[in-house]
């Protein structure tokens, strides 16, 4: 199991901006994707956005243009930059490590949730 650790959530105004770190040993080299994911109080569970080990990336309707995910290798850790944020995007996100089997090959070591960070944007 690779186990990720979150970082970087604050309080944020309206329109502000924050980078999510998402850390996680060895996801490069057992090549896992990443998913976040966020849950406001209250609310259903919500994914975010998804990058792969190529690089691929994908975004929920409710963020696309306004966040972006990445990576750094390196440094086994997963960024998502939250620009023009939105009193809704108030949550708690957590990253997933998964399988990624676009390389023909699963890894079962890629499953693990992060402890979560907290995200407010408010006045």
């Known amino acids: 199991q690779v186990q990720p650790v979150e970082s970087g959530g604050g309080l944020v105004q309206p329109g502000g901006s924050l980078r999510l770190s998402c850390t996680a040993p060895?996801?490069?080299?057992?090549?896992?994707?990443i998913n976040w994911y966020r849950q406001a109080a209250g609310k259903q569970r919500e994914w975010v956005s998804f990058?792969?080990?190529?690089?691929?990336?994908s975004y929920a309707d409710s963020v696309k243009g306004r966040f972006t995910i990445s990576k750094d290798k390196a440094k086994d850790t997963v960024y998502l930059q939250m620009n023009s944020l939105k009193p809704e995007d108030t949550a708690m996100y957590s990253c997933?490590?998964?399988?990624?089997?676009?390389?023909?090959?699963?890894?079962?070591?890629?499953?693990?949730w992060g402890q979560g960070t907290q995200v407010t944007v408010s006045s």
């Open positions: 997933q490590v998964v399988m990624d089997c676009s390389g023909g090959y699963c890894n079962v070591r890629c499953n693990g």
């Open positions: 060895g996801f490069t080299s057992n090549s896992c994707g």
């Open positions: 990058i792969g080990n190529d690089g691929s990336t």
